[in-house]
């Protein structure tokens, strides 16, 4: 069983930068691959990045691909989302997951709260 508790969302201007995290309690968390994935109003739940139990392999989606970083800090029982050039399309909640298929999107067992991420252009 892993809890998930994302933070680091809030209002931006376009362009501008934030960082989200996602802290897990539980013993597991260094065996789990990690995902991210947003809402925004209206649409569907769109996975946005994934990371593998060890941090050695990444998969971003088409649009986020180049702005968007994804790691982990095993130690920490953290993962991070590093979100850089955001563009008011990004503006979504965005929720961290456990347990899935790291490149995939598929198959998460295990979801945070989610955070809001608001980008004004």
């Known amino acids: 069983q892993v809890q998930l508790v994302e933070s680091g969302g809030g209002l931006v201007q376009a362009g501008n930068s934030l960082r989200l995290s996602c802290a897990a309690s539980?013993?597991?968390?260094?065996?789990?691959?990690m995902g991210w994935f947003r809402q925004a109003p209206g649409k569907e739940r769109e996975f946005v990045a994934g990371?593998?139990?060890?941090?050695?392999?990444?998969f971003y989606v088409d649009s986020v691909k180049g702005r968007f970083t994804i790691s982990r800090d095993n130690a920490k029982n953290t993962v991070y989302l590093q979100m850089n050039s955001l563009k008011p399309e990004d503006t979504a909640v965005y929720y961290c997951a456990a347990g899935g298929r790291w490149n995939e999107g598929r198959e998460y067992r295990y979801w945070g709260q989610g955070t809001q991420v608001t980008v004004s252009s």
């Open positions: 990371i593998n139990w060890s941090g050695g392999s990444t």
């Open positions: 539980g013993r597991a968390f260094s065996s789990y691959n």
